[in-house]
């Protein structure tokens, strides 16, 4: 059973709660400051992971007695129960994802956080799945056998139990690595609208700026068109007149600079 307590106590943000005879569905308000770590979807996820690798240790030393030792029935009727308790929970956990997907802005999740949550359900869900398949079938009735049957069998769950170990160690690392694959699309998605809102930012201040330079233009051609004017107006016995004025003083202050 889901401890709601656990989950509120780590809650340090709203949330609403909603309550049936079917299930408890713990919904978030939005909130922008809100990490992963206050979550409680993570909450509720580390909270199962824990239980799945205490039941899979017990697998492992169900798989290391012997058949007829009656701790073994007892190691196989309590995984049995933790493996139905945690079917429960996912589905339940599942339902809630289901609930945040029909309105993601609300709850401030985005299209691959949402399909990562999905995607640790399902493989916890595999592993849950695999424990109780273990368990049918090493707990199955089988006919009297002979001693040297007996040994042969020892000898199969031995290499079983192995083989079981390598494959549960084989799937924590891959559940590591797609978890590793699944930040790095995370980040390259969040430095990909990054450089979207720069761009866009970008592009508003050269729009700016080549209306600056188009109003710049138009002063300038308007300016030329004045000087041509008073230059027209002005007439050339003016200009030559200005001219000789001018070159007169140029004279005159050589002849005090080099005095």
Known sequence: ILSIGTFLKGCEFPCC???????????????????PSQDPFYLIRQEIQDTVNELQQRMSRFHGLQATNPERKKIAQSVEEGCNSLAWQLNELDTAVDRASENPQRFNLTPEELSSRRRWISNTRRQVEGMKETLRTATAPSPPVSVAESKAVAANDKFLSGQYDTQQLMLKRQDQDLEDIEQAVIRIGRQGREIGNELAAQDILLNELEQDVDTTQSRLKAAQKKMQEL?????????LVL????????VILAVFAFM
Do not use: D, W
């Open 243 to 250: 001219i000789a004025v001018l070159i007169v003083i140029l």
């Open 231 to 239: 230059i027209r107006k002005s007439g050339s016995n003016t200009q």
């Open 17 to 35: 709660i909603f309550l049936s005879q079917e299930y408890c569905l713990i919904v978030l308000e939005p909130s922008s400051s809100r990490m």
